[in-house]
């Protein structure tokens, strides 16, 4: 009893993604699409099992249900009453550490984050296909897109902005701690900077990369207040069946992401950005993801930062480095954009003048290698 009372603790976090009629849809017609008569179907993460329902449903006769938190205790509870328990064997524990003793038809997980990839999708993902899914099996979904645009957005920003004096007390480190998350926000087309572009396209069949280190490049379509990068993703599910979580697509309770900077920068219309973002695991067996940011922004134009008197020598640097401006974007840097790239930290930043050569820094393909991929539609 006291395991199930855990589990319906969850109920919130449940309600959101139960109640999202994006996914529910989405899922539910992948599945009867993917799920042929007498399979054999994993659930990976089945959380309350309603995916492992639907596959029932769909005509499976069996399923492995596996899931990691208290939640499936109440997934049990409720196949014994809808009578499915007898087709459902439910296994407890982290997917990784767990063996089944045959090869199924068709693997189904929804372990997606707003940025898709950060609850370690990927390590778990690849784990499954390659010990569990039959020669020619089926997954559910099939491959993933991630986007990023750079933003203004206050609404987005305001938290950061708040963790700095609480009555009188600075709370700066609450700040610090802050830009070392993804944030999950409500982001607007009318934020955006830029154009969006695809920062990776994964096929969930075929790779065998469970990091991602990627480069995207930005030119600014206007001038503002750039406060961070926003993310999404399109999940194809099977065949026609997409999930798209773009800020011009029907909301869902996964939001979006967002990435914040340490400290707001001014730019102009024609500056450029280019954000380096590591994705990994942040250890064996877990579900917790790093993802690491460095970015080199470049102020165009003749109107000079530094020469206009709007930062002062002794400023903290908008780059969000913590140096003063005199000792750090100040500095007449023309390094490679190679050399801003650290690997280490959350996130560090470089503001410099001058335009930065867009040409060549970019494979067009962004790593797609699925034709699939390829036809899905350009960005809204």
Known sequence: MQKLQKAINLFDNYYD?????????????????????????????????????LALKAGAKKVYAVEKTDSINLAKEVAKRNKIDDRIIFIEGVSMDITLPEKVDVIVSETLGSFAVEENTL???????????????????????????????????????????????????????LTKRLLIEDIKKEDFLSKPVVYKGIDLIETEDTSINERAVFEFSRQGILHGFAGWFE????????????????????????????????????????????????GENTDHTVISYDYFCSQGGGDDMQDSGKIGRNAPCPCGSGKKYKKCCRLPVHLPVAATQTGVNTQTGMLTQGRVDLKGLVDEGFGIDLKKLEDMREVK
Request: aromatic share 10%.
């Open 17 to 53: 993604m139960m109640a999202d009629r994006v996914r529910m849809g989405a899922y539910q017609k992948a599945i009867s699409k993917t799920v042929k008569e007498g399979d054999v179907v994993l659930d990976l993460g089945c959380g309350l099992g309603i995916l492992s329902f």
């Open 123 to 177: 390590d778990f993902t690849i784990d499954a296909r390659k010990r569990f899914l039959k020669e020619n099996g089926r997954m559910i979904p099939e491959a993933l897109k991630l986007y990023l645009v750079p933003v203004e957005s206050k609404n987005a920003y305001k938290k950061m902005a708040f963790w700095k004096d609480i009555a009188g007390f600075d709370f700066s480190y609450a700040k610090e701690e």
């Open 235 to 282: 999940a194809l599910l099977t065949d026609d069946v997409l999930i798209d979580t773009s800020p011009s697509s029907p909301k869902t309770h996964w939001r979006q992401a967002f990435f914040p900077l340490k400290e707001s920068i001014n730019i102009k219309k024609g500056d450029n950005i280019i954000i380096d973002m590591k994705v990994m695991p942040k």
